[in-house]
């Protein structure tokens, strides 16, 4: 554990992992590394068990019932590409909203300039919340797929996904949840939030190591791969598998990577995600009482529990993002993110595109002493830069 530094960057990726993610890992990297259903042998097949497990686990985690329908993919950017790239024709159209990141919007512009795809962006208020009902107003003939992620990684805001799911349904549409930002402090279940494709960064809320994610394709839908190549099954043919999840996972598993976040994820179940959700809720109350009266400070995030992942957005009018999280690095220990959050649109929607902003995302092992000391140090900041 890293005793220098104050971590409030776990948008970006959660730090620490819990203790026994660190060891499962160091586990199976050192007795049983061997590649899962590539061999016959003991440690293959210990290998190969333990990715059963992990699949079974995650898929319950999620309430997907059939974990062969899950996939695993090295960050939520693969599976989101899988998706967007695998399914869409030339002439379809597409709905998101203006809060996601670009790992959802390039790939869309990828298929809109070289594919002919429509793509409608339906853009939230000042806080970036986003209205359903403009999603169900935008629905066109040849709509075809709504995506959209659960909380934006700029500003905390969490879209209104259970209804955006009815509203798909009741339309024939599919809907993609990029779940990267809330997975592991909100309970995700496919079946009641209609969810068709979930796409998840295995390394961020779930605990689990970079390098990680996956993505659930519901049964019935047929996707295109975005890789093709050695599978360990139907080794004799030379054509790529067409049953899930063998037609998405081409290539050696990441199999440490895929153990640790099997970890992460019993860790999550054990405290219980609503006691995660509650704590992390608590310390971002405390986080905004603490910071709003602050001289100069304006800050992007709303204060309403149930509307905010756990992410502060502030500035400091009139000076640069980047130096204020530049500051807070080597003066206070602190990490988090200033400048720009890979999520353009995001920053137009919340008018901080020529600025950015300064990111404080709270995880389930920050403390209550690092939020007042978070907090104390932007007071020091504001007494020494704002008149
Ligand atoms: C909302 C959102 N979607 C997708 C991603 C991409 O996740 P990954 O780094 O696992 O590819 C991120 C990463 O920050 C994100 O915040």
Redesign the pocket.
Known sequence: MNDDVVYLDN???SYPKPYKVYEEIQKYLMYYCANPGRGGHKMAIYAGNAIYEARKDIAGFFNINNPLRLCFT???????NIVIKGILKPGDHVITTS??????LRPLKYVEKCLGVEVTIVWGNNFGEIDADSIRRSIKKNTVLIAA??????NGTILPIEEIGSISRENGLMFLL????EAGSINIDVVKMNVDFL??????GLLGP?G??GLYVRDGINLKPLLHGGTGSNSKSSEQPELMPDLLESGTINLPGVVGLATGIRFIRNIGIENIAYYKQLLLKRFYESIKDIKGIKIYSLTDNSKNSGILAINFSGFDSSEIASILDTQYGIATRGGF???PLAHETLGTEKQGLVRFSIGCFNTIEEIDYAANALKAISGKLVQ
């Open positions: 948008a970006a990726t090295k960050n939520a950017t693969e599976a989101l809060m996601e990141h670009n790992s959802v992620s659960l909380s934006s990684n700029v990029d779940s990267a930002q796409a998840f960064s295995g390394h961020k970079p990680t994610g959050h890979c999520a």
